[in-house]
């Protein structure tokens, strides 16, 4: 299953310059890299990314990653994905620009059945 990762320009910058990311500050305070499913993805942009421009939606298939991907409840007692490891850029399956129009970030359509 696919799940999703939204980066600022300079983190997604990083990451590929460096190979692997701890994750943006909220992931490195929380000690793992926080991801959403692709329901959970919009409601993620819109809480924690309201208005911002210059995004990047990445998108991580879980059984490459193994042990280190856990389940974990967070908003509203959803089940969310949580990396408990650094996030490797050969971890993505791939990587877009995530455009802001009308104060909405626009997803890729049938994100959420690309993901099953």
């Given at each position: ?7 600022r ?7 590929r310059k ?10 490195v ?5 926080h ?9 993620t ?7 911002e ?10 059984d ?16 969310f994905p949580?990396l408990?490891?650094k996030?490797a850029?050969s971890d993505?399956v791939w ?6 129009l ?9 994100l959420?059945?690309?993901s099953?």
């Amino acid at each position: 299953m696919l799940i999703f990762k939204i980066f600022r320009a300079d983190e997604w910058a990083a990451l590929r310059k460096d190979k692997e990311t701890a994750g943006a500050p909220i992931d490195v305070t929380d000690g793992y890299v926080h991801f959403s499913t692709a329901e959970q993805a919009a409601e993620t942009a819109a809480k924690h990314f309201s208005g911002e421009e210059g995004l990047y939606l990445l998108a991580v298939e879980t059984d490459s990653c193994g042990q280190d991907i856990k389940w974990e409840k967070s908003r509203g007692d959803a089940l969310f994905p949580h990396l408990y490891r650094k996030l490797a850029l050969s971890d993505l399956v791939w990587a877009q620009p995530l455009p802001l129009l009308d104060g909405v970030h626009q997803f890729p359509a049938g994100l959420a059945e690309a993901s099953a």
